[in-house]
C-alpha cells in the first residue's frame, strides 16, 4: 500500500510577513467546531478565534477564546542585565489612515508559520526562540497552546512569558462592544494538576446564559489588574470591511498569565489548555500525546484513502493525502443530529458545507458526500448522513438546510429545494454502488427515494411537480429560489430560474434510471414492501395508477429523455437552454444565457442527450465558461456578468453566480469530457489537467483547502482571487471524487 507523509504547509515571515494576513487556516474538532485565523496571527474577520464552539443541544456556534496576545521578557545573565521586551502578537486597530493602527508589532519576529495537525508559529525575540503551536483535540470542545522557548545564544538568564486572552463569548455571526449589557463574570483559581506539569492557574470566564470559558496554565500566577486587562477597543476586521459588513468590535481581557521560563534549558514550555466543560479539560492528556493522538488519525486518514484508489500512481499520492485530510474536516458528528430516532442507532453523522460560516446543507451534502465519504470507504458515516437527511425529508423533500439557533432556540429545518432530493437519490444510489450495502439502502434509504419520485410526481410543496405535457419537473416563482444558484438579498432574485431548469431535470432523468437499476431484482428485507407493490406515480397522462417497478422508472426516463432533448437542446445554439420560465400568460420561455448548469446532462449516469448534443455541450462550456479553478456561471459579455467577485454583500450575492467561477461544478465538467470520450487515455489527460488548478490551490489562499468561489476573470497583474467560504466541502469532494473516477477508469484500461 502506497504511504504519504501528512501534508505540511509553510509559510516565511522575515521582511514578508506582513502579506501573510491573506493566508487562512482552519483546524477543526469533528462536532462542528473549530479554530480558523491567519498565518500572521493577525485576525481580518469576526470568525477568526482560537476556539468557535457548537453546544452539545444544537448546531449553535460560539467565539469563545478569539485571541492571545503574548508578550516576552527576556532577562539577561550578570550584573546590570537589561530587560528586554518582545512583542509576538500584530492587531489592526481602527485609526486616522483607512488601513487603521497595527499594533503590537509582532509581525516583525515571525520568521515561519506551519501547518499539518497543528498551527505553529516560529518568532526569534532577540537572543530567544519561541515555537507557538494551537491544536483541536478531535471530539472535544477545548484547545490547546503550547509556547517553547530556548536560547538562541548565552548569556540569557530566563524569560517571563505574559498571555493575554482576549475572549468575547458571542454569537460567532456577531460582533461585541463594551458597551453591550452583558458583564463578564470572572473567576480566577489555582488549577489542579494537569498531564504537562505539576499544578498551575486557571481563569474562568462567563457572560449570562453562556456556558462559561475556562482557561488553565501549568505554572505561573494570573495577574487581574495590570496593564492590559480589561477591555481591548476598536480592533479592525479588514475582511469583513471589504465585505460591507460591520467590522469593529471589542474584546475583553479578564486577566494576565505570568510564566516565568527557562530558556537555558534546551526547550522549556507551558501549556495553556481551554474549553467550555471542565470534565473535557480535565479529560485531556498531555500536549504530546494529544498531538500524537491527532498525527495517527491523520496517517489512518491518508492510508485508508490511498488503499481506496485502484493503481495510484505516484504523482497522485500527494493531492490524494492533502485531500483526504482536507475532506476530514467537513465530516462531523453533532451530538444532536435533529433527525429521527433511529438515526441514533449509528454514530450521528453530517458535513459541514463550508468554514466558516456555513453549517450542513441538504444540497451540498448530497453532493459532497460521495467525495468526502465513499471514496474513502467511509461507508458507516455515509449511510448515517443519508439517514439524517432521509428522516427529516417533509413532502419528499430533505431538509435545505437545518437552522442555526438564534436566542438559545433552534429554528424548524428549511425546506426550499428543487434539487437536494434528487441529489440525496444520486447518492444514495451511489452509495449502493460503491459500499454495496444491499441491507442498508434497503431499510433506511430506499424507501425514502420513492418518497421523492412519488412526490415529485404527484406535486408537492414550492410548486415543485411534474408536468403531465412533457413529464419534466418544473417548480417555484418569481420570489423563490430553489435551485443551487439562489442568491437573494434585499428582496432581489439576482438569477431567477423558477419554472423548468436544466440540471433539476438531467438530475430528474438521472434519478429515475439510477434507481431502476438499484430496486431491479432487490431482495427486500422483512417487513419491507417492494417497490413494485407500492402505489404509482404516474401514467401516460400523468395520473397515478398501481405500479412503480424498475421497468416503469425506465418507462417515465425514456418520456423524459425525449422531453428533455426537444425542450433544452437548441440546434441554433449549440447548446442547452438554462431554464425555461413561465411568462404571466402561461407561455414558455427559453433563457439563451450560457450558464454552466448544462454540463450535468452530461456527467451524470444515463445522459439525456444524444452523442452529438453532449459533444456540443462541452465545447458550449469549455469555450465560454471554462477556466483552470472551475466554470464561470455565466458567460463573459453576458447581462449581469461580473468578472471579479468583489464589493459590498449585496454586490457579492448579484455577482455569485453572474459569471464568478466555483470550483466543484469543475467534477461534471471533466467527468464529462472522459464519459464522452469513452474514458479513454486521451479524454482522461483532459479531465485531469481541468483539475491540476485546483489541486494547487491546496497551499494557497486557505492552506490545506479549497475555496467556495474564485474571480471569474484574472490578468497577470491581478490573478483570480478566492472568494465565499475559504474552505468549501464540495470545492474539496468534487476534485477527490474525479480523481476516484478516473483512476478506475484507468484500471478499467490497463
Not at 600 to 625: G, I, K, N, T, Y
Request: with cysteine; net charge negative; charged share 25%.
Amino acid at each position: 500500500m502506497p504511504v504519504a507523509p501528512i501534508p505540511l504547509y509553510t509559510r516565511i515571515g522575515g521582511s514578508q510577513a506582513l502579506g501573510l494576513e491573506h493566508t487562512e487556516w482552519v483546524l477543526t474538532n469533528a462536532l462542528g467546531g473549530f479554530a480558523m485565523g491567519t498565518a500572521l496571527g493577525m485576525p481580518t474577520r469576526r470568525y477568526h478565534s482560537l476556539l468557535i464552539t457548537d453546544t452539545p443541544e444544537s448546531a449553535q456556534r460560539w467565539a469563545t477564546l478569539n485571541h492571545v496576545v503574548e508578550r516576552l521578557i527576556v532577562r539577561s545573565a550578570g550584573e546590570g542585565g537589561v530587560d528586554e521586551v518582545h512583542e509576538l502578537s500584530t492587531m489592526r486597530f481602527m485609526g486616522e489612515s483607512p488601513a487603521g493602527v497595527m499594533h503590537p508589532d509582532g509581525h516583525a519576529r515571525l520568521v515561519r508559520f506551519e501547518k499539518d495537525v497543528s498551527c505553529r508559529w516560529t518568532f526569534h525575540a532577540g537572543p530567544v526562540e519561541v515555537v507557538k503551536e494551537l491544536m483541536l483535540p478531535k471530539g472535544t470542545r477545548a484547545g490547546m497552546l503550547r509556547y517553547q522557548v530556548k536560547a538562541r545564544r548565552s548569556g540569557v538568564a530566563d524569560v517571563r512569558l505574559e498571555l493575554l486572552p482576549l475572549v468575547a463569548m458571542r454569537d460567532y455571526h456577531s460582533l461585541r462592544r463594551a458597551s453591550d449589557d452583558q458583564p463578564f463574570q470572572v473567576e480566577y483559581a489555582r488549577a489542579a494538576a494537569g498531564a504537562d506539569d505539576a499544578a498551575g492557574v486557571s481563569i474562568r470566564v462567563q457572560i449570562a446564559g453562556s456556558d462559561p470559558l475556562i482557561m488553565t496554565a501549568n505554572r505561573g500566577e494570573v495577574h487581574s489588574d495590570v496593564a492590559g486587562s480589561g477591555w481591548w477597543r476598536n480592533f479592525l476586521y479588514r475582511v469583513d470591511r471589504e465585505r460591507g459588513q460591520d467590522h469593529v468590535e471589542d474584546l475583553f481581557c479578564p486577566g494576565v498569565f505570568a510564566l516565568d521560563l527557562a530558556a537555558r534549558k534546551k526547550i522549556d514550555a507551558v501549556v495553556l489548555r481551554f474549553g467550555v466543560d471542565e470534565r473535557e479539560l480535565a479529560g485531556l492528556d498531555s500536549f504530546d500525546t494529544e498531538l500524537h493522538r491527532l498525527r495517527r488519525n491523520a496517517e489512518r486518514t491518508i492510508c485508508d484513502a490511498l488503499g481506496r484508489v485502484v493503481n495510484v500512481t505516484e504523482s497522485d499520492i500527494e493531492p490524494l493525502a492533502a485531500l483526504a485530510l482536507a475532506a476530514d474536516d467537513f465530516v462531523v458528528h453533532p451530538r444532536n443530529t435533529g433527525a429521527g430516532e433511529g438515526a441514533r442507532e449509528t454514530k450521528p453523522t453530517s458535513i459541514i458545507a463550508g468554514y466558516p460560516w456555513f453549517t450542513d446543507w441538504g444540497r451540498d451534502t448530497m453532493i459532497s458526500l460521495p467525495g468526502l465519504l465513499l471514496e474513502s470507504g467511509r461507508w458507516i458515516e455515509a449511510l448515517a448522513a443519508l439517514r439524517r437527511f432521509a428522516e427529516a425529508r417533509r413532502g419528499g423533500i430533505i431538509p435545505n438546510r437545518f437552522m442555526d439557533v438564534v436566542d438559545g432556540r433552534a429554528g424548524e429545518p428549511e425546506y426550499n429545494t428543487i434539487d437536494a432530493s434528487l441529489w440525496f437519490i444520486i447518492a444514495a444510489c451511489r452509495y449502493l454502488e460503491s459500499s454495496g450495502d444491499r441491507v442498508g439502502f434497503d431499510q433506511h434509504l430506499l424507501a425514502a427515494c420513492m418518497d421523492v419520485v412519488h412526490a415529485y410526481s404527484v406535486g408537492t410543496e414550492f410548486g415543485i411537480a411534474m408536468d403531465p405535457a412533457d413529464f419534466l419537473i418544473t417548480g417555484g416563482s418569481a420570489s423563490t429560489q430553489l435551485t443551487w444558484m439562489d442568491a437573494r438579498r434585499d428582496g432581489v432574485s439576482f438569477t431567477p430560474r423558477h419554472g423548468k431548469a436544466v440540471e433539476v431535470n438531467a438530475l430528474w432523468h438521472a434519478c429515475l434510471r439510477v434507481l431502476a437499476d438499484a430496486i431491479e431484482s432487490t431482495p427486500m428485507s422483512s417487513g419491507m414492501t417492494h417497490p413494485s407493490k407500492q402505489p404509482a406515480t404516474w401514467n401516460s397522462n400523468g395520473a397515478p395508477h398501481t405500479m412503480a417497478s424498475a421497468a416503469d422508472l425506465r418507462a417515465l426516463a425514456d418520456s423524459v429523455s425525449r422531453s428533455f432533448r426537444g425542450t433544452f437542446f437548441s440546434d441554433a445554439l449549440g447548446y442547452c437552454h438554462d431554464v425555461i420560465t413561465p411568462d404571466s400568460a402561461g407561455r414558455w420561455q427559453a433563457s439563451d444565457e450560457v450558464r454552466p448548469n448544462q454540463v450535468f446532462a452530461v456527467s451524470l449516469p444515463h445522459s439525456p442527450l444524444s452523442d452529438d448534443q453532449q459533444r456540443h455541450v462541452l465545447r458550449a462550456v469549455r469555450e465560454r465558461l471554462l477556466t483552470p479553478l472551475g466554470l464561470r456561471t455565466l458567460a463573459p459579455g453576458s447581462r449581469g456578468y461580473s468578472a471579479r467577485f468583489r464589493g459590498t454583500m449585496f454586490e457579492l450575492d448579484a455577482a455569485y453566480h453572474n459569471g464568478t467561477v466555483w470550483p466543484w461544478l469543475i467534477g461534471a465538467y471533466a467527468e464529462g469530457v472522459a464519459r464522452v470520450g469513452g474514458f479513454s487515455p486521451e479524454s482522461v489527460r483532459e479531465a485531469r489537467e481541468a483539475i491540476s488548478g485546483l489541486l494547487r490551490k491546496l497551499d494557497a489562499e486557505c492552506v490545506g483547502s479549497i475555496a467556495e468561489v474564485f474571480d471569474a476573470e484574472a490578468t497577470a497583474n491581478e490573478p483570480a482571487r478566492a472568494g465565499g467560504c475559504p474552505a468549501q466541502a464540495w470545492s474539496v469532494a468534487e476534485v477527490r471524487r474525479l480523481l476516484g473516477v478516473l483512476a478506475r477508469a484507468q484500471s478499467r484500461t490497463v
